[in-house]
């Protein structure tokens, strides 16, 4: 027991002693560390004059006999460059000080080329900018104030087409869209919410029995297709994610889910598809609540649109034989390329599709091809991916099967809007004198017949649009 006391107390009391005597770490093994409370901006300038003051006076004793501070603390980049050497160091020779300060000179140069260099980029950025903003307030008003009131008797002039073309101004843009998808089916306000109440319904008997079976009027009970709660769910949380106002917790979260859900009640023949998220929550950025769910409803009814997400392979095998007719007449180079990995445009279509571009460009770059998309219809769709692979055509042909996949299907963050809608502008929707729709009708033709082979599809589409005459 006194040996265990004794060991015990020698030991404590040795580590005592060895903690007051530390060093510490030592800089070059000469200078213990130093615990000093931190130096206002003012004291260390005062410190930086007092020892350029010191350096100064030092210059007139030869080299050999100067004798430096061992407490070597450079307070600056410029202090490392041009400083000699702490003494325990072998001095600096005439040329090499020579050298660091031409060094340093050419740092100093290059970065104030860079500085000149960014501020003329930040004043061309910002000149571009109020040129932008310029021209979005000068097409508002045109837009409130003459083509909004005369909707119908303008909105197929030249003036008014070219100005949709260069993108709608953001406060009008909604409303463009409203009037230009239209409202064939007839919703109204007071039907929205009749199918939202029915969602709620749904949601709450899910939520009690975790089942959504319904029963249809002859008593059989079946579930809608891919409507389940956990998919919109889902949906709802992978949508524009870096935006977080989607999300559980957004601002729009529950407006997006009380969308989609109305809309699963009105449809369930089709339900809920992946995908739709991103749709129904661009139109609800632009839209008021009710607004949004009929211009929802109704894109979805259109024809391309209503083939993808009720999945009717033999109309998108049609849509699919179409764009390749005109990619080959486009790009024929990249479409060889494509051709001799067998990447056919089911790989990279079907997601631009069904998101509408919204989860594969910008955002800002989405929001103006709906705007022309709203103009020319579904043909625009497909010229839009025509400009895509024509702008990164020469990327894409550097490129082997894994990585034009992966490429196509997350696009760059920074496409340029300007230059995708150039490449858009230069892609021309005609072959061998045939505009799209003839070329989709003499496709559905063959459709009709039961010819469901692409490939087949178009070959015997060529030949037959070589044979009919204008």
Request: glycine letters at 4%.
């Amino acid at each position: 027991m006194l040996c265990d006391d004794i060991f015990g107390r020698s030991l404590f009391s040795r580590k005592q002693r060895e903690a007051q005597s530390a060093p510490g770490w030592k800089l070059f093994g000469k200078v213990p560390l130093r615990e000093s409370p931190p130096k206002d901006s003012k004291t260390i300038q005062q410190e930086y004059e007092a020892r350029a003051s010191k350096s100064d006076q030092s210059l007139s004793l030869p080299a050999q006999g100067r004798r430096k501070n061992l407490e070597f603390e450079p307070l600056s980049t410029t202090a490392l460059i041009l400083e000699d050497r702490p003494a325990n160091l072998p001095a600096k020779s005439e040329e090499e000080a020579q050298r660091h300060r031409q060094e340093y000179d050419e740092m100093v140069a290059e970065a104030k080329k860079r500085e000149l260099k960014e501020a003329q980029k930040k004043k061309k950025q910002m000149k571009e900018r109020f040129k932008q903003e310029e021209s979005i307030v000068n097409a508002m008003v045109v837009w409130n104030n003459e083509i909004l009131p005369n909707w119908e008797s303008m909105r197929g002039t030249r003036r008014v087409r070219d100005l949709w073309w260069q993108g709608l101004p953001p406060n009008v843009r909604g409303k463009v869209w409203s009037l230009a998808i239209g409202n064939e089916l007839n919703i109204t306000s007071d039907l929205y919410e009749i199918f939202l109440s029915r969602a709620k319904e749904r949601w709450k008997s899910f939520r009690e029995t975790g089942s959504e079976m319904e029963s249809d009027a002859s008593g059989v009970v079946h579930a809608d297709r891919e409507s389940s709660l956990d998919l919109i769910k889902l949906d709802i949380s992978r949508t524009f994610p870096p935006l977080f106002i989607f999300q559980k917790g957004g601002p729009y979260h529950d407006l997006l889910h009380s969308v989609l859900g109305a809309y699963t009640c009105y449809r369930p023949d089709v339900g809920y598809v992946q995908g739709m998220s991103f749709i129904a929550a661009v139109l609800i950025l632009n839209l008021e609540e009710a607004d949004a769910f009929i211009a929802f409803a109704n894109l979805l009814n259109k024809p391309c649109q209503m083939a993808f997400f009720r999945v009717d392979h033999e109309l998108m095998l049609k849509y699919f034989a179409a764009f390749e007719v005109f990619f080959e007449e486009n790009l024929p180079r990249l479409f060889n390329h494509f051709k001799s990995y067998n990447l056919t445009p089911d790989l990279y279509l079907i997601d631009w599709i069904f998101t509408l571009y919204t989860k594969s460009l910008p955002l800002d770059v989405a929001c103006r091809v709906w705007d022309v998309f709203c103009r020319d219809g579904e043909e625009f769709l497909f010229r839009t991916g025509l400009g895509i692979l024509r702008l990164y055509e020469d990327v894409l042909l550097q490129m082997d099967f894994i990585h034009i996949a992966q490429f196509l299907t997350r696009l760059p963050e920074d496409t340029p809007s300007e230059r995708l809608f150039s490449c858009i502008a230069n892609t021309q929707m005609i072959s061998s004198n045939r505009k799209w729709t003839q070329v989709s009708s003499c496709l559905s033709c063959y459709s009709d017949q039961g010819d469901c082979i692409k490939q087949a599809l178009r070959n015997e589409m060529k030949k037959k649009l070589n044979l009919i005459p204008l």
